[in-house]
């Protein structure tokens, strides 16, 4: 496990995926979905959660839908979560090898952030660890069509920062999203071998 983290000589602009890549917020998001999801009959595990991490709110009741053949209303299941997982918030805590590497790089290289998160709850994330003062480029799950791991979250930060996407550096800790970033032809790191990965709270 290194915490030396850095980025390659080519890159001339970054982005970041937010949940459990700049935040630690993965272990509030895996309670809140657990305790969502078993008011309607699903034990959602560890396992399931890492399978479908990055992908958007109201997509991920779908896919429990095909997974248990549930008839479950998507959006009925996912706002009981993302309530929970707002109550819990204050909670999160900064991934601290991606935020000192935000710090080092601010004012230096572009920088955006591309999520699967909403607009709004992303926003409060990045407030919450003060890194919203050091990215203001941000594209969530309302800002495309096609999520990861189709490439359209990534193009879509290169285009705001005004990078080719063959120059643009991804930070990344899920599955979805580090494919999403080789689609789009871009650099990627997986972060998660720079920190503790923790789905368990206290």
Not at 24 to 40: E, G, L, Q, V
Not at 101 to 115: E, Q
Not at 139 to 157: G, I, M, R, Y
């Amino acid at each position: 496990m290194s915490n030396f983290l850095d980025i390659d000589p080519k890159a001339k602009g970054l982005i970041f995926d937010l949940d459990g890549t700049i935040a630690d917020t993965m272990p509030i998001h895996y309670i809140a979905w657990r305790n969502a999801s078993s008011k309607f009959g699903i034990d959602f595990t560890i396992e399931l959660f890492r399978e479908l991490a990055g992908i958007p709110l109201y997509p991920t009741v779908k896919k429990l839908n095909e997974l248990f053949g549930k008839n479950i209303d998507p959006k009925e299941m996912g706002d009981a979560k993302e309530e929970e997982y707002e109550e819990n918030m204050h909670r999160i805590k900064p991934v601290e090898p991606v935020v000192d590497l935000i710090k080092k790089y601010h004012g230096k290289l572009p920088m955006a952030i591309g999520t699967g998160g909403c607009r709004r709850l992303s926003k409060k994330a990045l407030k919450i660890i003060g890194v919203d003062q050091y990215i203001d480029n941000l594209v969530s799950a309302e800002d495309v069509q096609n999520h990861k791991p189709h490439p359209d979250t990534f193009l879509q930060c290169a285009e705001l920062i005004n990078i080719e996407p063959e120059f643009c550096q991804v930070f990344e800790d899920g599955v979805l999203g580090i494919q999403a970033a080789k689609t789009a032809g871009m650099m990627v790191v997986d972060v998660t071998k720079y920190y503790e990965v923790t789905i368990g709270i206290e």
